[in-house]
């Protein structure tokens, strides 16, 4: 036991809402409000987990929907591929794709994080409806969480892990793609101890993600929720608490008091304030004004607290946007569903600006709203003529290992070269090396035409067969072609080394 002196200070406030003030871990244990919003996320939530699943098996073109083999450094989305000599067309489209995120995410705020992260659909509508449907609800978790381990709780582990498997196999094929992953299932780990690594540690990040790490991934891990303060502006669409409507919040306690108040007021007890009443049940909206005990006016709040209970990230909404709200709009339909029971409006917590929320007017046009997509359709556009410009195949010519040439005995000069061909294209192609216009130099190649598999690759070893008196100071200028019998065809400057007298 360390001396007190050493132990940390409790923090003056809590730090993160997953954080107790002695830097213990809370444990977040949200009770789900089942509003129209949470249907219509569960229902999207479903859609995309099959989704996930799918697109690995989904094929374009002839090749798989997205494949990022990041091994061979190929990358197929929606039927092309993109190889590392692409890297200019890559960037256009990575800029495109944070462009276009910028851009969203200007307008409709974190959408993206509520509706369709795989961070929240997975957490929100998988593993969190297992860990109540095998240990109950938020207070009988608290309650497993200090007893400790529990049949329930290994349970509920054992569970988990399958799940994480499961996701991990899914994750995995947009990496290796289907096949490759049927192959590393179906054989031994003996027979493939790096993949079964790989799998393994997959499987057990998953696992600490959603079993462990969980709603801290948004708050502290994942850089797009770091940027919403300059991705976010006072015009952006956002989870926020009408704080004129709510405030001053009254619990049903106080209200009760106020309707004292009223009482003792038409009573003539307190001829000071003057009070006014809407409605009848515990909710009612109640205004006193003036100078009794007391006196004040009470918003729709009734600090019941239910939109904080249910909140996955553990925030008070009221308290303003903050960083670690996803909008999830947990808190919207659980305060919708309190408005309905104490007979009020819906939407004390609604989709809205910082703007509105102010009595502002609703203005969704501004710089950004409009530069944004201006960037996009820039660049975007010059990927798509990038592309249509594309060659069908890339051709790299590379010398020969070891000596950089032969003599033959027959005198001549022999140089070996490395053709590689990689086919872009969905189809098997059928690739002709010659060398044109040379009538005194001799090709020599032990498959030509060479047949390339659509989006695969295959290297060459071809021999140019030359006299000592095509030299000149040890060298000779040549063009090597390739063409395939779809019309494809391209001319590869090359160096041909020889004796330099
Ligand atoms: S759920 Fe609504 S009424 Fe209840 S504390 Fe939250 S904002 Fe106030
Ligand atoms: S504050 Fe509301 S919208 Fe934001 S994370 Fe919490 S429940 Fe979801």
Avoid at 311 to 339: F, N, S
Avoid at 406 to 425: A, D, F, M, W, Y
Avoid at 485 to 498: K, W
Wanted: charged share 20%.
């Amino acid at each position: 036991m360390p001396p007190t002196a050493l132990l940390p200070e409790p923090a003056a406030e809590r730090v993160l809402p997953t954080l107790n003030q002695d830097g213990t871990r809370r444990w977040l244990r949200p009770t789900p409000s089942r509003g129209r919003f949470f249907r219509r996320r569960r229902g999207l939530a479903w859609g995309l987990i099959v989704l996930f699943a799918l697109i690995p098996y989904l094929r374009m073109s002839g090749k798989p929907l997205i494949l990022l083999d990041v091994v061979r450094r190929q990358f197929t989305l929606f039927g092309t591929t993109f190889l590392p000599t692409d890297t200019v067309l890559l960037m256009l489209l990575l800029v495109g794709i944070f462009l276009a995120i910028f851009w969203l995410t200007a307008v409709y705020g974190r959408v993206w994080c509520g509706w369709a992260c795989p961070q929240t659909v997975y957490m929100e509508f998988l593993y969190r409806p297992i860990e109540r449907l095998i240990e109950g609800g938020p207070r009988a978790q608290s309650d497993l969480d200090r007893r400790g381990w529990t049949l329930r709780r290994l349970v509920k582990h054992a569970v988990f892990v399958g799940l994480s498997l499961f996701l991990a196999h899914t994750f995995l094929a947009y990496f290796v793609g289907v096949e490759e992953l049927r192959r590393w299932v179906t054989r031994s780990p003996v027979e493939h101890p790096a993949a079964f690594l790989v799998m393994a540690t997959t499987t057990a990040l998953m696992f600490l993600d959603f079993g462990w790490f969980r709603e801290q991934v948004c708050m502290v891990a994942c850089p797009y929720g770091r940027l919403q303060s300059v991705l976010l502006d006072r015009r952006s669409l956002i989870v926020g608490y009408d704080a004129q409507r709510g405030e001053p919040r009254g619990t049903y306690r106080d209200r009760r008091a106020s309707r004292d108040e009223l009482a003792a007021t038409r009573a003539g007890d307190s001829p000071g304030a003057r009070v006014m009443v809407t409605g009848d049940s515990p909710g009612a909206r109640v205004m006193v004004v003036g100078d009794s005990p007391g006196a004040g006016a009470f918003g729709d709040c009734i600090d019941c607290g239910a939109c904080v209970v249910t909140c996955p990230t553990g925030i008070d909404i009221r308290q303003g946007l903050q960083m670690e709200c996803i909008h999830c709009t947990q808190c919207m339909d659980a305060c919708d569903a309190v408005m309905d029971r104490i007979g009020r409006p819906p939407g004390l917590i609604r989709y809205s600006s910082k703007d509105q929320l102010q009595g502002g007017p609703r203005r969704i046009l501004r710089p950004r709203v409009v530069v944004y997509p201006l960037l996009v359709l820039l660049v975007w556009g010059a990927l798509g003529v990038a592309l249509a410009h594309r060659s069908p195949a890339e051709i790299t010519v590379l010398r020969g290992l070891g000596s950089p040439f032969t003599l033959l005995p027959s005198g001549e000069v022999s140089n070996q070269l490395r053709v590689k061909i990689v086919n872009r294209g969905s189809e098997e192609r059928h690739y002709r090396i010659h060398l044109a216009e040379d009538a005194i130099l001799r090709l020599v190649a032990p498959a030509n035409p060479l047949p390339v598999g659509g989006g695969k690759s295959a290297t060459a070893t071809v021999f140019v067969i030359a006299p000592r008196s095509a030299f000149v100071h040890g060298q000779r200028d040549i063009r090597l072609h390739v063409e395939d019998e779809g019309g494809f065809g391209t001319a590869t400057p090359y160096r041909l080394m020889g004796p330099s007298e």
